[in-house]
């Protein structure tokens, strides 16, 4: 089969300068303000509010055109609107109310317009234009956004709609629906759109003398204010959003150099530790902190830590794996060359037994060998369950009981029942089973080995005790380690690898408990025995 192509991912050193979760940061702490603001922008309600002010204060002058046109442009009998003295009345309020007058005979037609440029008898109105100031600041980038802003809030479905202006040149009462109402004598106000936007407000209100409707008043306004008071809200707004923002990016660089810029220091010490092949690669501490990230380098650095201590322990192990084959290779390869020089029948068959012992010894070298370097995956893998140790010790004291030798010690066993762990019950056997052959093997012909367990409130206590030689003084912790042996003189050469309670140790130690040896001593300092104590974890 043909190989896939693999793609290395990036390193941190190849990785982009800024980093991705700083852009992160900025992002989840701005958009919150952002939307705020796009919120606060919506003004539909306040727009609103505006708009009946605006239509309250309109209603108001209204009522004062009507009484001061019923009371002053009425003909001598009453029943008419003078159109000369309505126009100037109409004229002159409507200066003063700086609003469109347009006022409409009983019949629809129009008598009055304040905006009509030329008036009967030769007057003129004259409007001032906004200075080119004003107009290039409605026509600016702000006022063009918030335009665009609006137009875009019309979508929405809880914006108002208004129907369109329509202003014919010649102007009849029937084309406002309005103005139509008022005639009746009811007051009518209308809100209508403009193409661009903006919006017309209406009030029409009848014009009357002794009860009788002689005219309509209609007056009309431009959202120009409204939008004014708008825009100065929403520049405001804008105006804190900008400060808001400023602080807000400042925050988030600031939180992000706290988290981003130590995690990528963290990253980058442990990519130099990775590809490099020394111990100069530390992991940095950040002891200065108390936070997570402190916890997270302090927690690296140790995992570091213990990998190069795994890794020196794997090196040592291989050198010692080396050294203990080498010993049986040598011996193996200084007989077989020896058997070949000579013809002596008796010395080959002592050359035999001797090949034969040493490749004995490389089997029993290489299963505990083989034992001991899978034994970590396979305490890292298998599922722990309750372990009944007053019942496994009493197993093994019948096996024991059962098939010993007759020269072998007997087993005092003296273990409660109960005494339950969690643990891998195989692999506590196994240790319990060295730690019996060891005392078997170092116990005095008539001597006993005592087994004894107890509990208290958090641990199971459990001593081996032989009558033999004891330890050797200050090897009472070297004799866990990997290929220590300090066997009985009687013993035959090579029969132990050394690995035994190495392994024993390994085991109890991934269970979370301890084991320890000692040497015990009589009154006179004469050694009398040695006693292995094992601790785990009641259950």
């Known amino acids: ?26 992002a989840v702490n701005v958009l919150a303000p952002v939307i705020l603001v796009a919120g606060l922008f919506f003004l539909g309600e306040y727009r609103r509010n505006l708009i009946t002010t605006e239509l309250s204060g309109m209603r108001t002058h209204a009522e004062i055109f009507a009484v001061a046109l019923g009371e002053s442009a009425v003909s001598p009998m009453g029943h008419m609107l003078l159109p000369d003295l309505s126009e100037q009345i109409v004229r002159r309020l409507a200066f003063t109310a700086k609003t469109r007058a347009r006022l409409f005979a009983p019949n629809g037609v129009l008598v009055a317009d304040s905006r009509a440029l030329l008036q009967p008898g030769g007057q003129i109105q ?3 234009l906004p200075p080119a100031m004003a107009k290039e600041e409605r026509e600016s980038f702000l006022n063009r956004a918030f335009q665009t802003m609006d137009r875009i809030y019309n979508w929405l479905p809880v914006t108002d709609s208004y129907p369109l202006y329509r202003e014919n040149i010649i102007q009849h009462a029937p084309d406002y629906p309005e103005i139509v109402a008022a005639m009746a004598g009811d007051v ?31 007056l009309s306004k431009g959202s120009a204010d409204i939008d004014a008071a708008l825009y100065e809200v929403r520049l405001d707004i804008l105006k804190m959003f900008a400060a808001v ?63 190069w201590t795994r890794m020196d322990a794997i090196e040592q192990f291989a050198a010692d794996v080396a050294h203990e084959i080498k010993n049986p290779l040598t011996s193996l390869k200084s007989a077989v060359e020896t058997t070949a020089r000579i013809d002596d029948p008796e010395k080959q068959k002592k050359l035999f037994a001797i090949i034969q012992d040493d490749v004995e010894r490389l089997d029993r070298l290489i299963s505990d060998i083989s034992d001991a370097s899978r034994l970590d ?38 273990c409660p029942d109960g005494l339950i762990t969690e643990g891998i019950e195989d692999r506590l056997v196994q240790v319990f089973r060295n730690l019996i052959a060891n005392a078997v093997t170092f116990s005095p012909p008539g001597g006993t080995i005592d087994i004894a367990a107890a509990a208290d409130d958090d641990s199971i206590c459990i001593t081996i005790t032989d009558n ?17 042996t ?12 050394g690995l035994g309670l190495s392994i024993s140790k390994q085991i109890i130690d991934a269970h979370g408990g301890n084991i320890i040896a000692e040497t015990l001593t009589n009154d006179e300092g004469a050694a009398t025995g040695a006693r292995f104590t094992v601790q785990l974890v009641l259950a």
């Open 245 to 307: 923002l400023v602080i807000t990016v400042l925050l988030s660089l600031y939180l992000a150099g706290t988290i981003a810029r130590p995690v990528r220091i963290l990253a980058l010490a442990a990519e130099r530790v990775r590809r490099g092949h020394h111990r100069q690669h530390n992991i940095p501490n950040f002891k200065g902190r108390n936070d997570e990230i402190g916890e997270l380098a302090v927690a690296l650095n140790d995992m570091t830590e213990a990998l």
């Open 486 to 497: 300090e066997r009985p003189i009687a013993e035959k050469f090579g029969i132990h690898s």
């Open 377 to 414: 995956a396979e305490l890292s893998r298998a599922e722990t369950e309750s372990v009944n140790i007053s019942g496994l010790l009493a197993t093994l004291a019948d096996i024991h009981m059962s098939t010993k030798a007759a020269l072998d010690p007997p087993i005092n066993l003296d």
């Open 468 to 484: 033999g030689p004891g330890i050797a003084p200050g090897k009472e912790v070297a004799i866990f380690e990997r290929f220590y």
């Open 1 to 26: 089969m043909d190989s896939q192509p693999q793609h290395p991912q990036r390193s941190p050193e190849l990785s982009g300068r800024f980093s991705r979760l700083t852009l992160r940061i900025l």
């Open 188 to 218: 009518w106000v209308a809100r209508r759109s403009m193409p661009d936007g903006s919006l017309v407000l209406t009030v029409a209100m009848p014009v009357t003398r002794y009860k009788q409707t002689l005219g309509v008043i209609f």
């Open 126 to 128: 004259r409007e001032d």
